[in-house]
T-cell receptor
């Protein structure tokens, strides 16, 4: 069972470079999410997509853009990477509706020099 | 003040010990509570999911919720070295979208 698949697993960028993180799920979930995880801060929501064709900002959206390409895929783009965006990025998905547990991928470790 | 507070640990226990992990929260709108387990260099994995105040048991794991005190716990009985991981509590706000609010996680090591 693939579940939620994220690519790439690791990436090193220079300040100012752009990058797209890819996420795909095979669980037929309508909702998808992007989080970042930093030491001492826990997981923080960047953007989410409640259904295909919709996206909304989370707690920390600045510096990021997202695209819900289709029901399976939800990408996160850094247009001009900054060192403060060095983090581990997780994608998650869930069924539609409130109170649905989210299922996570294994993350992309991104370092910006 | 964060909406969800969790002691980061680290916590080290001998194999076979009972482990207690805890979170407190301040938002009364949190109604659904989850525990995730995260192994090193992996994504969070859903462990327990509960709504009501009281206890929910699943094998060696028991989730406890006290909404009046805004306090949740995860107990692990007969802890095993394979339980060594970071444990994250998470909560859903009933008033908005299906967004999770996470604690910072407690790192647990079970020593053989």
């Amino acid at each position: 069972n693939a579940g939620v698949t994220q690519t790439p697993k690791f990436q090193v960028l220079k300040t100012g470079q752009s990058m797209t993180l890819q996420c795909a799920q095979d669980m037929n979930h309508n909702s998808m999410y992007w989080y970042r995880q930093d030491p001492g801060m826990g997981l923080r929501l960047i953007y989410y997509s409640a259904s295909e064709g919709t996206t909304d900002k989370g707690e920390v959206p600045n510096g990021y853009n997202v695209s819900r390409l289709n029901k399976r895929e939800f990408s996160l783009r850094l247009e001009s990477a900054a060192p403060s965006q060095t983090s581990v990025y997780f994608c998650a998905s869930s069924r539609t509706g409130q109170n649905q547990p989210q299922h996570f991928g294994d993350g992309t470790r991104l370092s910006i020099l | 003040q964060k909406e969800v507070e969790q002691d980061p640990g680290p916590l080290s226990v001998p194999e076979g010990a009972i482990v207690s992990l805890n979170c407190t929260y301040s938002n009364s709108a949190f109604q659904y509570f989850m525990w995730y387990r995260q192994y090193s260099r992996k994504g969070p994995e859903l462990l327990m999911y509960t709504y009501s105040s009281g206890n929910k048991e699943d094998g060696r794991f028991t989730a406890q919720v006290d909404k009046s005190s805004k306090y949740i716990s995860l107990f692990i009985r007969d802890s095993q070295p394979s339980d060594s991981a970071t444990y994250l509590c998470a909560m859903i706000d009933q008033t908005g979208a299906n967004n999770l609010f996470f604690g910072t996680g407690t790192r647990l090591t079970v020593i053989p």
